[in-house]
């Protein structure tokens, strides 16, 4: 028995070293302010209660001889806060909704009476950051779920709208370039921020590092905004627990449970009735009239290119609720209400599409085909081009060559040119989810631990045209 006891506080210390680092002022937030009386005195000792309206939280503090108190390292969410004060009228503050990293600054005007008395205020924080030179953007749950965000509903696009930052396509390395977002449409995502490069941006998930280690850049997919619970990035005088990157420190944060069980069931269906075609498109596999031309032989051609694509998934939260099992009298369900929640969230992404590549101009049409194979179809090169490089459309222009031990005064011969633009079929599969614990001991002591997984696979994605050179991507579960 002792053995056992020893090693459950091993593995909760290791539990705690783990996850410790988390509760910084990157995934809290803290509430202060300054109590006086209707004279603008100080109030010495009165007793601030900040409450979690949505997960029965407490923290408590006493202000000091200068009437300060301050509320540190406490969940975001929203909040009540009560003042109490000998000789004083009791204070409530309602409709407070705390941010992540906010310090939400409440003073209080406290009116004389007895404690039985109060006085009900419902007004939020000042969004205004009056106690550091952070320059900051936020976006709450209700902006991303309205936000039009892309077709694969990555978080991350949301931090396009924001002052200073700009998508960047070539020039600078970066883990999640163009070329990679074919293969990896679940993030594909790179920007610069006030000029900064590609790679000076730093992702933090619930406080925690999720940089790409090779090229930073954000490492773990996020398309399913209502998992989330707001993405703030700050662009400009960082405070000192921040560093690792000069550019922007972008700073997700995970719902987690509360009191009262909330969720949602969500279904986004894509397919070729609703997409349009772009240039590629309208000249793809070879075909003189491409796709989306009412003129076509097939139906097929008369619209966009084939596509299917499937986003499914859920969230749920809660208290955890658990069943007792002993004596049929001791039966009973355990119910963490004020002390223990649980929340999860699944997306299963799939896609199927018939993609274009770029035009590869310069391949033989088949008149010109003919020609190297009547000529020099015997040689290697000439074999492997025929093979690999599919016929092209007539664009007008010719190549000439000659035979070594041609005779003298034979013409050169002419090959037809033409270009080609090839289309491939893309295939994508991803499953990411998460799973949050959240666990009050006391007013002082909290832990949370949260798991989160993504497994992607693809093929068809990177160099389509010539046929036959596209890529499979499986990376590792993350």
């Not at 988390?22 to 010495?44: C, E, H, Y």
């Not at 900064?196 to 954000?218: C, E, H, K, V």
């Not at 092209?392 to 010719?398: A, D, E, L, P, R």
């Not at 798991?451 to 068809?460: I, K, L, N, W």
């Amino acid at each position: 028995m002792r053995t056992s006891w020893v090693m459950r506080i091993v593995f909760l210390s290791i539990m705690l070293g783990c996850v410790g680092p988390a509760f910084s002022q990157s995934s809290t937030g803290s509430i202060s302010g300054t109590v006086t009386d209707q004279n603008r005195a100080v109030v010495l000792g009165a007793t601030v209660i900040g409450k979690n309206t949505a997960t029965g939280f407490v923290r408590s503090a006493v202000t000091n001889s200068s009437g300060l108190y301050r509320l540190t390292d406490i969940p975001p969410g929203p909040y009540e806060i009560t003042i109490e004060a000998a000789s004083f009228r009791k204070l409530e503050r309602k409709s407070i909704t705390l941010d992540v990293g906010q310090n939400a600054i409440i003073d209080a005007v406290l009116q004389p009476g007895e404690i039985v008395d109060s006085v009900t205020v419902n007004e939020n924080a000042s969004m205004l950051n009056s106690s550091t030179a952070e320059v900051s953007t936020r976006f709450d749950s209700r902006r991303l779920s309205e936000l039009p965000i892309s077709a694969n509903r990555s978080v991350y696009n949301v931090l396009l709208s924001t002052p200073g930052v700009i998508q960047l396509a070539n020039g600078q390395a970066t883990f999640s370039s163009p070329s990679l977002a074919a293969q990896n449409p679940a993030i594909g995502l790179s920007f610069s921020v006030n000029g900064g490069r590609l790679r000076s941006n730093n992702f933090m998930l619930d406080g925690q590092d999720m940089n790409d280690p090779t090229f930073t850049g954000a490492e773990v997919a996020l398309n399913n905004p209502d998992a989330i619970q707001e993405v703030s990035i700050l662009t400009n005088q960082f405070k000192a627990e921040y560093g690792h990157n000069a550019a922007s420190i972008v700073n997700v944060v995970g719902k987690s449970g509360t009191n009262n069980y909330h969720g949602s069931l969500f279904w986004y269906h894509n397919n070729e009735h609703l997409n349009a075609c772009n240039n590629l498109d309208k000249v793809a596999t070879g075909a003189p009239t491409g796709f989306c031309h009412n003129d076509a032989a097939s139906d097929a051609r008369k619209r966009a290119p084939r596509r299917n694509e499937n986003q499914i998934g859920f969230t749920f939260g809660g208290p955890l609720t658990l069943p007792v099992f002993g004596d049929r009298e001791d039966r009973h369900v355990w119910k963490g209400t004020d002390k223990t929640f649980i929340f999860g969230d699944y997306q299963r992404w799939s896609d199927r599409s018939l993609v274009s590549g770029p035009t590869l101009r310069g391949a033989p049409t088949d008149a010109g085909r003919a020609v190297l194979q009547a000529v020099a179809g015997d040689r290697p090169q000439v074999q492997a081009l025929l093979r690999s490089v599919p016929a092209g459309i007539s664009n007008g222009t010719f190549a000439q060559f000659t035979i070594l031990g041609q005779p003298p005064g034979q013409p050169p011969y002419r090959v037809e040119l033409g270009d080609f633009t090839g289309s491939s079929l893309f295939v994508f599969d991803d499953h990411q989810g998460s799973l949050r614990l959240d666990h009050r001991f006391n007013e002082k002591n909290l832990f949370y631990v949260r798991y989160r997984f993504d497994s992607q696979d693809s093929s068809g994605g990177g160099q389509v045209t010539p046929p036959g050179l596209t890529t499979v991507l499986r990376p590792l579960p993350i």
